[in-house]
């Protein structure tokens, strides 16, 4: 039976809740939708996007943000890179953060005592083991990366630290030989096996067969990295995730080599239609704005406006018929709810697609209460066929609204006064000129 108020009257208020698909499978077994990490790597993955330059202050500055949304895990670049990012790794393990921290090595025991000496809570190790990788990059073989993954995992777990093994360029690796390699770090007791799609080439399928796989092999955790080039990172992080994957890599806003990662935003707005309430009790989706506007300016770019909830118009309703829709219930457009992440909804009105009902709605926030139905439909009429010419800002839209209310309330001239204004000049005829700057 539906819900019902103090007063028995029905409770409208769980239609109002984003409704998800009636097709996904919350219950499957195998699936860690809701019960998921995040590793960011932001301060290691995002240091190699093109525009990066983090200065140690503002690394610190990151961190802090990263911690405030609650991102599990926060991944440092190698203290093997250069004095200051080993100087880095200190300084930010010094932070008391609720979050772990980690550092990222290549799979080396020079790195790896490096990596012990800077008070990190864990290190995530990577080796290439494509073909590709063996042949044109490192140049070894399968064998000797065996005993070095053995000999640094050993040396790491010696010292008390978290261990994760991974392989760089996994999805064009053989099959083979990655089953092999990851059960014998397994037996070794590593925290975590990693998966990484280095050059972005998996997709979803290709993904969930390799994680299932691996899951059937490996009694660790998995973790999972991949790259954008071809626009499955988060899709793949997801179907990773229901494949019994168990840590997700993220950067804010999806920075990293070339094209990047999955945006951390957007990975938790995937999570929240996977999971809702997962997601908001354990992450405070409300600081992802903070922390996008910190690394957006330091790494000299804008926040895109597509961007996943805090791109401009990510909340911005603009088709009639649409607008309609979200004004009786906001579910039916939106499968995020804007206040859950600190964003307000706009519905655009000043445009030829626009409907009469959301020119009534802007009506009754004005509190322009005598005005009527068939009002906002003549307004509605003079808006579309001004913005056959121009679209209108929503300062125009009201200052049309504020003139034909007064003309109706004061000599019930309204009908003249749209009949007038034809132009957008006659429209701002007699408003004050705006002071330029
Ligand atoms: C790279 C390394 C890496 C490592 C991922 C991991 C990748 O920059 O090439 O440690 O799992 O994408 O393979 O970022
Ligand atoms: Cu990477």
Redesign the pocket.
């Known amino acids: 039976m539906a819900p019902r108020d103090n007063n028995n009257n029905i409770d409208l208020s769980p239609l109002r809740e984003p409704v998800t698909s009636p097709y996904s499978n919350k219950f499957d077994p195998m699936s860690n939708v809701s019960s998921f990490q995040i590793i960011d790597?932001t301060l290691?993955?995002g240091e190699?996007f093109a525009n990066a330059f983090f200065t140690t202050q503002k690394k610190i500055e990151i961190a802090i943000a990263l911690d405030s949304v609650g991102v599990d895990y926060i991944e440092l670049t190698s203290p093997a890179a250069s004095e200051q990012s080993f100087n880095d790794c200190k300084a930010i393990s010094a932070l008391g953060l609720k979050a772990k921290i980690l550092t990222?090595i290549r799979c080396h025991m020079n790195d790896a005592r490096l990596a012990v000496e800077t008070g990190v809570d864990g290190v995530?190790?990577?080796i290439?083991t494509s073909s590709f990788l063996r042949e044109f990059s490192h140049g070894k073989s399968m064998e000797y990366i065996t005993n070095a993954a053995i000999e640094v995992i050993t040396f790491i777990k010696s010292k008390g630290l978290e261990v994760?093994f991974?392989?760089?360029?996994s999805f064009r690796s053989d099959l083979v030989d990655l089953l092999a390699i990851y059960q014998t770090v397994d037996r070794l007791g590593v925290n975590r096996v990693?998966?990484?799609?280095?050059v972005g080439c998996a997709n979803p399928r290709q993904v969930y067969e390799l994680v299932k796989t691996l899951r059937s092999v490996v009694k660790c955790d998995i973790?999972c990295?991949f790259?954008d080039d071809t626009g499955c990172a988060i899709a793949n992080a997801f179907t990773a995730l229901e494949a019994g994957a168990t840590h997700i890599?993220t950067c804010v806003l999806g920075i990293?080599?070339r094209n990047g990662?999955p945006s951390l935003g957007g990975f938790l707005a995937r999570m929240y239609v996977g999971d809702r309430e997962y997601v908001l009790n354990k992450y405070n989706v409300k600081a992802l704005r903070e922390v996008e506007n910190i690394v957006a300016e330091s790494v000299e770019i804008t926040v895109p406006f597509n961007n996943y909830i805090t791109g401009y118009c990510a909340f911005t309703h603009k088709a009639g018929i649409h607008a309609k829709a979200i004004l009786n219930n906001p579910s039916t457009y939106e499968i995020l709810r804007p206040d859950d992440f600190g964003m307000s909804r706009y519905v655009s009105i000043g445009h030829r697609l626009t409907g009469w009902n959301a020119v009534k709605s802007r009506m009754e926030q004005l509190q322009l209460e005598i005005l009527t139905d068939e009002d906002a439909k003549k307004i509605t009429q003079k808006i579309k066929q001004l913005a056959d010419v121009k679209a209108l800002n929503l300062e125009e839209v009201d200052i049309l609204l504020r003139k034909y209310h007064t003309a109706k309330l004061t000599d019930n001239s309204h009908h003249n006064v749209l009949e007038k204004i034809l132009t957008h000049d006659h429209l701002l005829a007699g408003m004050p000129v705006q002071a330029s700057a």
């Open positions: 790597s290691r993955e190699q990222h995530n190790v990577v290439g994760r991974s392989t760089e360029d990693g998966i990484a799609d280095t973790e990295h790259h890599d990293g080599e990662i």
